[in-house]
């Protein structure tokens, strides 16, 4: 799966959330609007995204396997 990919399905995911859903990065707490702004204007916060999905993804995976 490429990276275009996946933030294609973290703006599918957000899309479907409802609008008072929240996003909390650190000390920044995002809305929906804001992150789908962002996901699109910002290269670093989309690979910071991505990052952070791949590892969970390998998280949930090792645990399941252990």
């Known amino acids: 799966m490429?990276?275009?990919?996946i933030v294609q399905?973290?703006?599918?995911?957000?899309?479907r959330q409802n609008d008072n859903?929240?996003?909390v990065m650190g000390r920044e707490v995002?809305?929906?609007k804001e992150i789908l702004k962002r996901i699109d204007?910002?290269?670093?916060?989309?690979k910071i995204l991505v990052k952070m999905?791949?590892?969970l993804?390998?998280?949930i995976l090792s645990r399941q396997s252990g």
């Open 21 to 23: 859903w929240r996003f």
């Open 30 to 32: 995002l809305t929906k």
């Open 2 to 5: 490429s990276e275009k990919d």
């Open 53 to 55: 999905v791949i590892d």
């Open 41 to 46: 204007k910002d290269s670093k916060f989309r």
């Open 57 to 59: 993804s390998i998280d």
């Open 9 to 15: 399905r973290i703006k599918d995911n957000v899309e």
